[in-house]
């Protein structure tokens, strides 16, 4: 009898064995596939920077946190243009190109793709510690000309950038977004340089809705 009920026990033992063999590799697929896709719902599928949602978490988080940070937003000047003249294959080649150049960047900074050619970083670090990136961020663009598919372009940057330290209020995600763009755009309009937001110098004529997500 005890011989019998230990060999039921035994094949249970192992059917359970069999069946966790079968079980765990598609456990482990069904993991991995639903990692990629928490990626590519976080990440661009141009350039493989994380995408405006993920900035916009990592932002709020800082913010948070009360972690000094600053946010600073670039882009390509004459882009339509080179997208008009030589083709989204090209114009994507750029995006990828320059992404890789913002990735590159050194000290603690996300690069962020937001939209079309405009790219954004996320600076830990005080106010000195983001301008010295946005500058970074210019230079590793206008500095050496681009390789892509059909050839080398040269290609500029507007630049703006802010802090949360600029006032003596706390700033929030919209309102740091839109500092940094107006200092882009002031940039933009002046010489398609970089320029800081100072609430006494930098224009506040445009804002977009686009940051208010």
Request: hydrophobic fraction near 45%.
């Amino acid at each position: 009898m005890m011989h019998h009920l230990a060999a039921a026990l035994c094949g249970v033992f192992a059917g359970l064995l069999a069946g966790l063999a079968l079980a765990i590799p598609a456990l482990v697929r069904q993991q991995r596939a639903l990692t990629k896709v928490r990626g590519m719902a976080n990440h661009d599928d141009v350039t493989g920077l994380p995408n405006r949602r993920l900035f916009l978490d990592r932002l709020r988080a800082a913010l948070a946190d009360n972690t000094p940070t600053g946010v600073v937003l670039l882009d390509l000047n004459d882009f339509k243009t080179v997208n008009d003249r030589l083709g989204h294959e090209v114009g994507n080649d750029l995006l990828q190109q320059v992404g890789r150049r913002l990735a590159g960047l050194p000290g603690p900074i996300l690069a962020a793709r937001l939209s079309g050619d405009e790219f954004a970083l996320l600076v830990t670090g005080d106010r000195a510690t983001t301008e010295a990136a946005a500058n970074a961020a210019w230079q590793a663009i206008a500095a050496h000309s681009i390789r892509v598919v059909n050839g080398d372009l040269r290609v500029t940057a507007s630049v703006g950038h802010t802090h949360t330290h600029t006032h003596h209020s706390a700033a929030g995600t919209r309102q740091l977004l839109n500092q940094a763009d107006m200092a882009m755009y002031e940039a933009k309009r002046v010489d398609g340089g970089v320029r800081e937001y100072l609430p006494h110098r930098t224009p506040t004529l445009r804002s977009r809705d686009r940051h208010r997500r």
